[in-house]
């Protein structure tokens, strides 16, 4: 089993729509979370962190689930440009230091 | 602040070649990555370097990849002889320790075609 999986997409939607991604991870001792955004031909970028409880960052809400080893990304009202790779990462402390581990990621096309 | 600065951009050489990419990190980042992403792939890491010690270089193809970072600022990959496979982006990252050690700042990437 790998460790982070994601559904690679791409999952096209129209503007305005509600999309979601789940990524599943293998390590149960995975202690955080991640989502970064890659827009093509660019670098990723930190999008937002996934809390327990949950969190929301406008139109942006990210869940995890410990129990089932599973995060989620939700993103309402899509707009044109949200359209880019979202990629799960997982981190693991190892000795002291952060073990960070990115998934393919999952492409989302939003068309107008 | 500044951010990562990566060279080459692009790089194209024959099979059996060397090439080599440098990175400077931002400053005060203690941690720095190299992160090797094949087209349709996520991000995989090569190597980690805290200040000038690796601290993790599981998934580094040693007997043709190396790195270093001798005065614990920037750092170079080098890839001797490189294989048709190793076409792709290494992206070099970088990340404060203690709190912020989770939140990578990427530089734009050094893309390389193997022919």
């Known amino acids: 089993r790998k460790e982070v999986e994601q559904d690679p997409g791409p999952f096209n939607v129209p503007e305005g729509a509600t999309v979601a991604f789940n990524c599943t991870y293998s390590n149960s001792a995975s202690q955080s979370f991640f989502w970064y955004r890659q827009d093509c031909r660019k670098e990723p970028k930190l999008l937002m962190s996934v809390y327990s409880s949950g969190n929301e960052d406008g139109r942006f809400t990210a869940q995890l689930n410990r129990a089932s080893q599973y995060i989620s990304l939700l993103i309402r009202d899509s707009k044109l440009s949200d359209s880019a790779t979202y990629l799960c990462?997982?981190?693991?402390?190892?000795?002291?230091?952060?073990?960070?581990?990115f998934g393919k990621g999952t492409m989302l096309l939003v068309s107008p | 602040e500044a951010g990562v600065a990566q060279s080459p951009r692009y790089k194209i050489i024959e099979k059996r070649q060397s090439v080599a990419f440098w990175c400077n990190p931002i400053?005060?980042?203690?941690?720095l990555y190299w992160y090797q992403q094949i087209l349709g792939q996520g991000p995989k890491l090569l190597i980690q370097f805290q200040n000038n010690g690796v601290v993790d270089d599981s998934q580094l193809p040693k007997d043709r990849f190396s790195a270093e970072r001798l005065k614990g600022v920037d750092s170079t990959l080098k890839i001797q002889p490189a294989k048709l496979e190793d076409s792709a982006v290494y992206l070099c990252?970088?990340?404060?320790?203690?709190?912020?050690?989770?939140?990578?700042?990427f530089g734009a990437g050094s893309r390389l075609t193997v022919l």
């Open positions: 990462v997982v981190n693991m402390d190892n000795s002291g230091y952060s073990t960070l581990t």
């Open positions: 990252a970088s990340s404060r320790t203690g709190a912020g050690a989770n939140v990578l700042t």
């Open positions: 400053s005060g980042h203690a941690t």
